[in-house]
């Protein structure tokens, strides 16, 4: 079975993360798959909406940190990365419905989506600190937008897990949805958003995000401190620690 899936219905993209005994950790080779499926939905003039999932027991768990390390040269390049790029580039909607763990990309991807919807079991981290690293994603500019800087530090420099209820009332998703619908209520809203008129609906969405280079910009600040962090020796102790475990 294909670590990504896909499936388009209804003007939606659907793309599954299904790596469960893994816990939907991402390696390398998947983050190019959601990279190439992402920019052949943006091209297809049949897909209007994308939908991001994962298994009912885990939305991604984050990195494979054994895989990512084996590639620790950053750049836009780099598959992780460039995911995160093409995600701020994507012109179509994109919709999250979040199951089970959601940590580190697992969340800070949620803040390019414009719908989220969660289950009771989603439980979210942004735990870069706690390996000696910092934010990708934008999250250092797009959280403190989002939540205000008192908690954007409390998530960003504590590194500590926060379940669903403290997402909605932070914002970082749109509403808390019953486990066993919240695929089903998700679809509804991509299949939602495909229905609109396309040019208003990618015009209106572009309106709403008018500070895109700036998030571009701090993006590329994160890799290069990313890069630098990952190769220090406070990063190579508590990744050795990580892995030991």
Avoid: W
């Amino acid at each position: 079975m294909s670590t990504i899936q896909v499936q388009d219905e209804q003007g939606v993209r659907i793309i599954t993360i299904n790596r469960p005994e893994k816990r939907n950790a991402l390696s390398l080779e998947m983050y190019t798959s959601l990279t190439e499926y992402l920019i052949q939905g943006e091209s297809d003039n049949a897909i209007h909406a994308f939908l991001i999932k994962g298994q009912a027991e885990c939305f991604t768990s984050g990195n494979d940190v054994a895989d990512f390390l084996t590639n620790s040269n950053l750049d836009a390049e780099h598959p992780a990365f460039r995911f995160l790029f093409t995600l701020l580039d994507l012109t179509k909607p994109i919709v999250a419905a979040v199951t089970g763990a959601a940590v580190g990309i697992g969340t800070t991807l949620l803040l390019h989506c414009d719908l989220v919807y969660a289950a009771p079991s989603a439980k979210f981290q942004l735990p870069f600190i706690n390996l000696a690293l910092v934010p990708e994603a934008g999250a250092s500019l797009l959280l403190p937008q989002l939540v205000g800087l008192q908690k954007a530090s409390e998530l960003l420099l504590l590194g500590e897990s926060f379940g669903p209820e403290t997402a909605k009332s932070l914002n970082i998703i749109n509403e808390l949805v019953p486990g066993d619908k919240v695929f089903e209520h998700s679809l509804s809203k991509a299949k939602k958003l495909a229905s609109q008129p396309p040019q208003a609906l990618q015009a209106t969405r572009a309106l709403l995000r008018p500070n895109k280079e700036q998030i571009r910009d701090q993006m590329k600040m994160e890799l290069k401190e990313f890069e630098t962090r990952l190769k220090s020796d406070e990063a190579k102790m508590r990744f050795q620690a990580f892995l030991k475990k």
